[in-house]
């Protein structure tokens, strides 16, 4: 078949959550189809990239797309003014429009895969192909998460609680106008469901390639926590901040030679200021390769407390041996069993409790981290987590 995939980032290198979805759902694809990718792209991305995406796809199209803060606020004022949600607004771009309109003008697609929720207004055009809406979480779910965990004083606060409901509506109704549509958890289903979206939702986890992220033989020099995530997403720098104000000192009242390595690209000030002044927090930034830092680390953190979704830094620590501590929201859709191959807790002081044990218990350590890479092999290797795709892209009657 020929298929079209739209997606909102680059799906290369594999180096977000974001990143690892698309990325893997397109190397299952191209093993059976001819694609045709069309992404946005920014700064960031860079021509060797593209060229491996090129190397698997028929055909790379990229559009560039910049935000700003003034953007950003031009974008709120029209939500404001016609009801629709500004996260889809802020990526209306009429380059996009016309890169695709172009493309359907001189060939056609048996398929058209939108990959997240902003890219699905893209593919209603494609009126005589197939169309796929992959949804990589209910974003009002993840918007009504966070507006929650504000301040009733702050701006914010209304922008999310305002979007969510839009988005809620929004995405319902998307739904309804794709021929298939998939989600990444049950949670996420019943979400969408509940948002008026069509009830034959197929679920299809986030899938990893288990043989690239091979088990790492950890030797760490003394007890080493790490969390990695992109350190500007609004629910990752809560976490953090949480973590290091509630938990992380009540670890080094227990464990007082423990350190502690926040990995992610651009980290706010805040958090970077909180490095400087412990000699124990090391906060690095984006890193090519967190290889050394989880050989030499004894544990993960996930404190995440807003979100929706699948977490992949969890599916590539568990692949890669890394025992971890999350919360329930952090680990949300992933078949992971408390005590067996993740730990779990939701409390400041059960949190620093279960890292304590991480960190000090040496059996149980071992035991989540072989459970954890089993877990990872058996459910979410992406060879079996995305045959699922198959049915869906068989026509009607077919599959």
């Known amino acids: ?31 059976q189809h001819q ?9 960031s991305d860079k021509p060797e990239h593209i060229h491996h995406l090129e190397s698997l796809c028929e055909q790379v199209i990229t559009v560039p ?53 902003n890219m699905g207004q893209y593919a209603l055009p494609f009126t005589t192909s197939r169309k796929v809406l992959d949804l990589h979480n209910a974003l009002w779910v993840l918007y009504k998460r966070l507006a929650e965990t504000l301040e009733p004083t702050k ?13 809620k509506q929004y995405e319902g109704r998307l739904c309804q106008t794709f021929d298939a549509v998939t989600a990444v958890s049950q949670e996420d289903k019943a979400a969408l469901i509940e948002a008026g979206a069509r009830d034959d939702i197929a679920v299809i986890p986030i899938a990893i390639d288990t043989d690239e992220q091979a088990f790492i033989p950890r030797q760490p020099k003394g007890p080493h926590i790490v969390h990695i995530g992109t350190m500007y997403w609004p629910p990752n720098i809560q976490g ?21 390595t926040l990995i992610g690209a651009r980290p706010p000030a805040s958090i970077v200021e909180r490095g400087q002044a412990d000699p124990s927090l090391t906060v690095t930034g984006y890193v090519d390769d967190p290889l050394p830092y989880l050989r030499d680390s004894s544990m993960m953190v996930v404190p995440l407390l807003a979100g929706g979704g699948m977490r992949v830094k969890i599916l590539n620590a568990m692949s890669q041996g890394i025992p971890m501590v999350s919360t329930t929201v952090g680990c949300e859709g992933i078949a992971v069993t408390h005590e067996d191959d993740i730990l779990i807790a939701d409390e400041p002081q059960t949190f620093a ?18 459970n954890g890479r089993r877990t990872a092999e058996e459910q979410y290797d992406y060879r079996q987590a995305c045959r699922p795709l198959d049915k869906i892209y068989a026509p009607k009657g077919e599959g």
């Open 35 to 43: 694609v045709t990718l069309v992404s946005f792209v920014r700064d």
């Open 155 to 167: 701006p914010m606060k209304y922008i999310l609680t305002r979007d969510w409901r839009l988005l």
């Open 240 to 260: 953090i901040t949480w973590f290091l104000d509630e938990i992380y000192p009540r670890i080094q009242q227990q464990v007082p030679e423990v350190r502690c």
């Open 353 to 370: 409790d279960a890292c304590i044990r991480l960190l000090t218990d040496a059996a149980l350590n071992d035991k989540v981290t072989q």
């Open 65 to 117: 797309i910049t935000r700003s803060p003034v953007r950003d606020l031009r974008f709120l004022g029209q939500s404001l003014l016609t009801g629709q949600p500004w996260m889809m607004l802020r990526d209306e771009r009429p380059e996009m429009r016309a890169v695709l309109q172009e493309l359907a003008a001189a060939r056609h697609f048996d398929v058209v895969h939108a990959d997240q929720l």
């Open 1 to 31: 078949m020929r298929v079209l995939l739209l997606t909102q980032v680059l799906p290369y290198p594999p180096d977000s959550g974001p990143k690892v979805k698309t990325y893997y759902v397109l190397k299952y694809l191209v093993q």
